[in-house]
């Protein structure tokens, strides 16, 4: 977003990626929240992450959405006295939009990595208590 406006990375720009991230963390326990509980209820982690996806696709797109639309005035019209919230603005909403996306695929496939993990060493720990020392 800065690039394509030409502005320059400055202290407002990092207060608006300072609100991002408590938008991003929103988001993502949204979805993660959703299917922790799926796999509690029994689901396999892919599923619960499928699942997850399909239903909280709607409630993700929607905080994006209305964030965006929100600060657009401050993006696409900022003048006079608003013109020095201009970078702030252009960090929070094309950061969001770039968010969202990453957090709808890369975090479920991050998960499963994290999940498959902690299954490995979990087994392994378990198979070298069994085994004889």
């Given at each position: 977003?800065?690039?394509?406006?030409?502005?320059?990375?400055?202290?407002?720009?990092?207060?608006?990626?300072?609100?991002?991230?408590?938008?991003?963390?929103?988001?993502?326990?949204?979805?993660?929240?959703?299917?922790?509980?799926?796999?509690?209820?029994?689901?396999?982690?892919?599923?619960?992450?499928?699942?997850?996806?399909?239903?909280?696709?709607?409630?993700?797109?929607?905080?994006?959405?209305?964030?965006?639309?929100?600060?657009?005035?401050?993006?696409?019209?900022a003048s006079g006295q608003t013109a020095f919230l201009?970078?702030?603005?252009?960090?929070?909403?094309?950061?969001?939009?770039?968010?969202?996306?990453?957090?709808?695929?890369?975090?479920?496939?991050?998960?499963?990595?994290?999940?498959?993990?902690?299954?490995y060493t979990s087994a392994k720990i378990r198979s070298?208590?069994?085994?004889?020392?």
């Amino acid at each position: 977003g800065h690039i394509l406006f030409g502005y320059n990375l400055q202290f407002l720009s990092m207060i608006g990626f300072l609100a991002l991230t408590g938008i991003v963390v929103n988001d993502s326990l949204i979805l993660i929240d959703f299917a922790k509980k799926k796999m509690a209820d029994g689901e396999d982690c892919f599923d619960a992450l499928v699942e997850a996806g399909r239903v909280r696709i709607r409630p993700i797109l929607l905080t994006t959405v209305t964030t965006f639309l929100g600060i657009s005035p401050l993006i696409f019209f900022a003048s006079g006295q608003t013109a020095f919230l201009s970078p702030m603005a252009v960090s929070l909403g094309f950061g969001l939009i770039f968010a969202t996306m990453l957090i709808l695929v890369v975090l479920p496939c991050f998960y499963m990595i994290a999940d498959d993990l902690r299954n490995y060493t979990s087994a392994k720990i378990r198979s070298m208590k069994e085994s004889p020392a």
